[in-house]
């Protein structure tokens, strides 16, 4: 637990900023502010903790507590005033608070509780200089793979689709071994790989992928860099405001190509920004909508709002038919839960969605609908319990194969997000570390790390001692 409360962050600086909001916001009932305080928190250990680690565990936080604690708060301290009436939070605040905040702590302690010096998060940057000049050409193989397997994946089913899928993640796993291995950067791969993902994230108007990507990709960076405090904090700010671009805009975008009046692209979101200017980009009413977008909470408080009054808790029943889906294909279990099962989602919020829409409850909903709101808690904790231990698996493998490593953002950049159906979650954590497994054990020698001469010298006196 070291990870957790003794991690390096500027306490001065967390405390200032703590006071601010407090008296900025002198309204904001006190569990809010526990709230804010508790994101807050996992943000700083976050941000001080790039340039010495991919870190996925406090990223895994921050992100739970975006969703389901700062959020809410936000809405519950006046910008629900701004939304429509499905989309404000169901519940009084207490109720509320009462479940999100212990689920999302025991999920944090569950990130750290096995984590000893953030196990599988250190990258051995000697050894990937190492290994990527014991196979120079293997990024690039790494990044034509990853495209080859993006344009032919489509034309695959479901089950298969979804491998491909994955497949075509290992064009930034190459991204990342080309800034790590080499000195000199080679931007004109890097200008390539990640936008691809703009382009794709313009024409599917989808930018979630695209946002955690670039951070996993600043978190890459950092590494090889070792920037100061204060240029973190520069990009941190103007990745901040990037985010709030595309969450105010996303909508609008949408609505222009989903409808077919524009063409997906990069001049129609250009457009879509320069006709924001009239709407006040930074009004109450266009921040309020840019909350409901990180506002997962309000889908859990129709959730509560629905179990058990209307609907009973399913005390495990749910939870066997997501693992199910998550695991098993569906050659085995042809019956198995659909991705996008609107008819889940409607039956446990109580909301109707249109033909075509899909929502996930997220795991914390799906922890509520099973076991309650003590279970639910527990279940969060053990939830981010199998995030750590997968880390720590990839950690006691690094040794030999430290290219592995760096599978890790491909591993969770989508389990990460808490706004997502806990069925897909499990389903593309099981099948990515399944993925590898295989590819470990086919290509044993070719991700291995060759020893050097002196390391085999010593390891000929080691056996002779």
């Known amino acids: 637990m070291n990870s957790l409360f003794k991690a390096k962050i500027d306490w001065g600086v967390y405390i200032i900023i703590a006071i601010l909001i407090r008296v900025a916001f002198f309204n904001m009932s006190w569990v809010s502010y526990v709230a804010i305080l508790i994101s807050m928190h ?189 240029v973190k904090a520069l990009f941190a700010i103007g990745f901040a405001i990037l985010a709030l671009v595309i969450q105010q805009l996303k909508g609008d975008y949408r609505q222009a190509t989903w409808t077919g009046k524009e063409g997906a692209g990069l001049s129609t979101f250009v457009q879509t920004y320069d006709q924001s200017e009239s709407k006040g980009r930074f009004s109450i009413e266009s921040i309020a909508e840019s909350n409901i977008r990180i506002n997962q909470g309000f889908i859990v408080t129709h959730i509560m709002k629905t179990v058990p009054a209307k609907v009973p808790y399913e005390n495990g029943a749910e939870m066997v038919e997501i693992l199910k889906a998550a695991i098993l294909p569906r050659i085995l279990a042809p019956d198995k839960l659909m991705a996008g099962d609107r008819t889940i989602f409607m039956k446990y919020t109580g909301l109707f969605l249109m033909p075509g829409t899909s929502m996930g409850m997220s795991t914390m909903g799906d922890a509520y609908v099973n076991f309650g709101t003590f279970g639910g808690v527990i279940f969060m904790f053990f939830f981010g319990l199998l995030f750590s231990e997968i880390l720590n698996a990839f950690h006691k493998r690094s ?67």
């Not at 739970?64 to 519940?91: F, H, N, T, V, W």
């Not at 592995?404 to 706004?419: E, H, K, Q, S």
């Not at 054990?441 to 291995?448: D, G, P, Y």
Request: aromatic share 18%.
């Open 42 to 230: 996992q943000f700083f250990l976050f941000f001080y903790a790039l340039g010495y680690m991919i870190p996925v565990r406090y990223l895994s936080g921050a992100f739970m507590c975006m969703q389901m604690l700062l959020g809410p708060a936000m809405a519950y301290s006046g910008l629900d005033a701004y939304q429509r009436p499905e989309s404000k939070m169901q519940i009084p605040e207490l109720d509320y608070f009462m479940y999100a905040i212990p689920a999302v702590i025991c999920f944090i302690i569950g990130l750290h509780v096995s984590a000893g010096k953030l196990k599988g998060e250190f990258i051995n940057q000697e050894k990937i200089r190492r290994y990527v000049a014991q196979n120079e050409k293997l990024p690039y193989y790494f990044v034509a793979f990853g495209f080859v397997a993006s344009f032919i994946g489509p034309y695959f089913g479901s089950e298969l689709g979804f491998v491909f899928f994955l497949f075509s993640n290992f064009k930034f796993i190459g991204a990342f071994l080309i800034i790590l291995g080499n000195k000199k950067l080679k931007p004109l791969y890097l200008v390539l790989v990640f936008g691809s993902i703009v382009a794709s994230s313009l024409q599917q108007a989808m930018f979630h992928d695209l946002v955690t990507w670039l951070i996993f990709l600043g978190a890459v960076f950092a590494l090889k860099y070792k920037p100061s405090v204060n």
């Open 399 to 465: 040794a030999e194969y430290p290219v592995l490593l760096l599978f890790i953002p491909m591993v969770f950049y989508y389990p990460i997000r808490p706004d997502c159906e806990l069925q897909t979650i499990l389903g593309h954590l099981f099948k990515s570390c399944f993925l590898i497994f295989v590819m470990l054990h086919v290509w044993q020698a070719k991700l291995r790390l060759k020893p050097t001469k002196a390391g085999k010298q010593m390891a000929v006196a080691k056996e002779a001692s």
